[in-house]
């Protein structure tokens, strides 16, 4: 009977501590749920759309682990005999904190991962590009949001079968899930409207409308009462009510390029953190009055953003500067930024992803998705470059070996207007613009813009061959189908 006993005690302690830590008091957890403090079990993954690889940062000490490499870079992925994933962009994990699923848009596939051995133990292929996946609070289920299509793939928790579809507007672009695992709340990056959703049958029982078409991320508050979500091409951010009938509750003008949004709780209160990316910084939002309490610059084109398990830290991808930046939340200062691979994308903080050993199992050093160079362009001024502090517009030259995948992240422009990314003949502009990219601004003013090619040897300096010009990047107007004169030129 003692013998009984004790064993009831172990599964009971067992089964309390993996219910604790299958949901923190952060998001996307309940706040009735305890707080996990950061230690060098917990991980922070970034999925990086340039090198196909999964970045594992030690958060204890703030140290990149290593990459998890799911695909090649470019030109190697372009051959019809390539068998990785492409464009690796969203992130999710399980509520039991051993898995992360990460999406490959390009490759439309749902990668999943041991946390513990950062081993890809299945791939789930969907539809045509997903973009983002999460797990249901209670593990079951998968949701992954096919942005390509118009619906939900929703993928068995366990065997990561597809099992049904849920059919909603084009373009689903991220779904998140009520703390209390009630409602599925999915927005859309084609459609002006946002979806909710029962989770017990799959039923739409909630619209929210969207100020614009292009929703990229949302975030529900840990004490259920609110969802928040971003628009990129507008630049503000929304809050709706997270209960029927899902009324609207604030609006708020973020800035361009705004990008991914989430939720801290910590001693000063409950806080949603917004990544601004045409402006490099993070805004800071109490979540009970929506005032906005804190701007934190944080380099080149913040894009994805998780809490630590206890809410003293978030995370936030530098997506043009290859970086991990940690934030303390209590001070809203930069503490550290981690080099990691290219592009990154989404984030996600997983408290004790790695209860044993030190978790280095299936990574790679950094080497090539390492390697770029970042650049500015800043406004023409009376036919010679502005100040360069500022600028405008950042350029990253993600090196791929022998060519580089550029990305502008350009504002400062006219909204709704046609222009080009080029390469001039000289510092100021003038001489002939051979273009790389045509582009078409957001309501904003503002665009990400990518181009592939051996641009780094023509404009960077030092770097030109013997013989060989050097060329200078811009941003022309459009005009009758040619570029004009540029408004933007490379800072030198």
Same mark, same amino acid.
């Given at each position: 009977?003692?013998?009984?006993?004790?064993?009831?005690?172990?599964?009971?302690?067992?089964?309390?501590?993996?219910?604790?830590?299958?949901?923190?008091?952060?998001?996307?957890?309940?706040?009735?749920?305890?707080?996990?403090?950061?230690?060098?079990?917990?991980?922070?993954?970034?999925?990086?759309?340039?090198?196909?690889?999964?970045?594992?940062?030690?958060?204890?000490?703030?140290?990149?682990?290593?990459?998890?490499?799911?695909?090649?870079?470019?030109?190697?992925?372009?051959?019809?005999?390539?068998?990785?994933?492409?464009?690796?962009?969203?992130?999710?994990?399980?509520?039991?904190?051993?898995?992360?699923?990460?999406? +490959?848009?390009?490759?439309?596939?749902?990668?999943?991962?041991? &946390?513990?051995?950062?081993?890809?133990?299945?791939?789930?292929?969907?539809?045509?590009?997903?973009?983002?996946?999460?797990?249901?609070?209670?593990?079951?289920?998968?949701?992954?949001?096919?942005?390509?299509?118009?619906?939900?793939?929703?993928?068995?928790?366990?065997?990561?079968?597809?099992?049904?579809?849920?059919?909603?507007?084009?373009? /689903?672009?991220?779904?998140?899930?009520?703390?209390?695992?009630?409602?599925?709340?999915?927005?859309?990056?084609?459609?002006?409207?946002?979806?909710?959703?029962?989770?017990?049958?799959?039923?739409?029982?909630?619209?929210?409308?969207?100020?614009?078409?292009?929703?990229?991320?949302?975030?529900?508050?840990?004490?259920?009462?609110?969802?928040?979500?971003?628009?990129?091409?507008?630049?503000?951010?929304?809050?709706?009510?997270?209960?029927?009938?899902?009324?609207?509750?604030?609006?708020?003008?973020?800035?361009?390029? &705004?990008?991914?949004?989430?939720?801290?709780?910590?001693?000063?209160?409950?806080?949603?953190?917004?990544?601004?990316?045409?402006?490099?910084?993070?805004?800071?939002?109490?979540?009970?009055?929506?005032?906005?309490?804190?701007?934190?610059?944080?380099?080149?084109?913040?894009?994805?953003?998780?809490?630590?398990?206890?809410?003293?830290?978030?995370?936030?991808?530098?997506?043009?500067?290859?970086?991990?930046?940690?934030?303390?939340?209590?001070?809203?200062?930069?503490?550290?930024?981690?080099?990691?691979?290219?592009?990154?994308?989404?984030?996600?903080?997983? /408290?004790?992803?790695?209860?044993?050993?030190?978790?280095?199992?299936?990574?790679?050093?950094?080497?090539?998705?390492?390697?770029?160079?970042?650049?500015?362009?800043?406004?023409?001024? +009376?036919?010679?470059?502005?100040?360069?502090?500022?600028?405008?517009?950042?350029?990253?030259?993600?090196?791929?070996?022998?060519?580089?995948?550029?990305?502008?992240?350009?504002?400062?422009?006219?909204?709704?207007?046609?222009?080009?990314?080029?390469?001039?003949?000289?510092?100021?502009?003038?001489?002939?613009?051979?273009?790389?990219?045509?582009?078409?601004?957001?309501?904003?003013?503002?665009?990400?813009?990518?181009?592939?090619?051996?641009?780094?040897?023509?404009? &960077?300096?030092?770097?030109?061959?013997?013989?060989?010009?050097?060329?200078?990047?811009?941003?022309? /107007?459009?005009?009758?189908?040619?570029?004009?004169?540029?408004?933007?030129?490379?800072?030198?």
């Amino acid at each position: 009977m003692k013998r009984t006993s004790i064993l009831t005690s172990a599964l009971t302690a067992a089964a309390l501590s993996s219910a604790q830590l299958a949901s923190a008091g952060q998001a996307p957890g309940s706040l009735s749920d305890p707080d996990i403090p950061v230690s060098h079990h917990d991980r922070v993954y970034a999925a990086e759309q340039f090198s196909n690889t999964v970045s594992v940062i030690d958060p204890a000490d703030n140290k990149l682990i290593g990459l998890i490499r799911l695909g090649d870079p470019s030109p190697g992925n372009f051959s019809p005999l390539y068998k990785g994933q492409l464009l690796v962009h969203g992130m999710g994990f399980s509520p039991d904190h051993r898995t992360i699923a990460v999406v +490959s848009i390009g490759s439309n596939s749902v990668s999943f991962i041991d &946390t513990q051995t950062n081993a890809v133990k299945h791939v789930t292929y969907v539809g045509r590009s997903p973009h983002e996946a999460f797990f249901s609070p209670d593990g079951k289920e998968v949701w992954v949001t096919v942005r390509g299509e118009n619906y939900v793939a929703v993928l068995d928790g366990a065997t990561y079968d597809e099992k049904t579809r849920i059919t909603v507007p084009a373009g /689903p672009g991220m779904t998140i899930f009520s703390p209390d695992g009630k409602y599925g709340y999915v927005c859309s990056s084609f459609n002006p409207e946002t979806e909710v959703i029962s989770v017990s049958d799959h039923k739409i029982v909630g619209k929210v409308t969207q100020a614009s078409p292009f929703c990229p991320d949302l975030a529900a508050t840990p004490d259920g009462k609110q969802v928040w979500f971003t628009l990129k091409d507008v630049g503000k951010t929304q809050v709706f009510d997270a209960h029927p009938p899902f009324a609207l509750i604030r609006t708020l003008d973020t800035g361009p390029i &705004t990008n991914h949004v989430n939720i801290v709780k910590n001693a000063k209160g409950m806080f949603a953190y917004v990544t601004v990316g045409g402006l490099n910084q993070i805004k800071v939002f109490r979540t009970d009055d929506f005032s906005q309490v804190a701007t934190i610059p944080v380099g080149n084109l913040p894009h994805g953003i998780w809490p630590s398990g206890d809410g003293s830290r978030v995370y936030v991808g530098l997506e043009n500067a290859d970086a991990m930046a940690a934030i303390d939340t209590l001070t809203n200062k930069v503490i550290a930024t981690v080099p990691i691979g290219q592009a990154p994308q989404a984030v996600t903080y997983v /408290p004790d992803a790695v209860p044993q050993g030190d978790g280095t199992q299936n990574t790679q050093p950094l080497g090539l998705a390492g390697m770029s160079v970042h650049l500015a362009l800043v406004p023409v001024a +009376s036919g010679k470059p502005a100040d360069a502090a500022n600028a405008p517009t950042t350029v990253t030259l993600f090196d791929q070996g022998l060519v580089q995948v550029l990305q502008a992240a350009a504002t400062g422009l006219q909204p709704k207007q046609a222009y080009t990314l080029g390469l001039a003949d000289h510092p100021d502009g003038s001489g002939n613009v051979e273009p790389l990219a045509n582009f078409m601004t957001n309501p904003a003013g503002a665009a990400i813009v990518n181009a592939l090619g051996q641009i780094r040897q023509l404009v &960077t300096p030092g770097t030109n061959s013997a013989g060989d010009k050097s060329r200078y990047l811009v941003i022309a /107007p459009q005009v009758s189908g040619k570029p004009g004169a540029p408004v933007q030129v490379q800072s030198l």
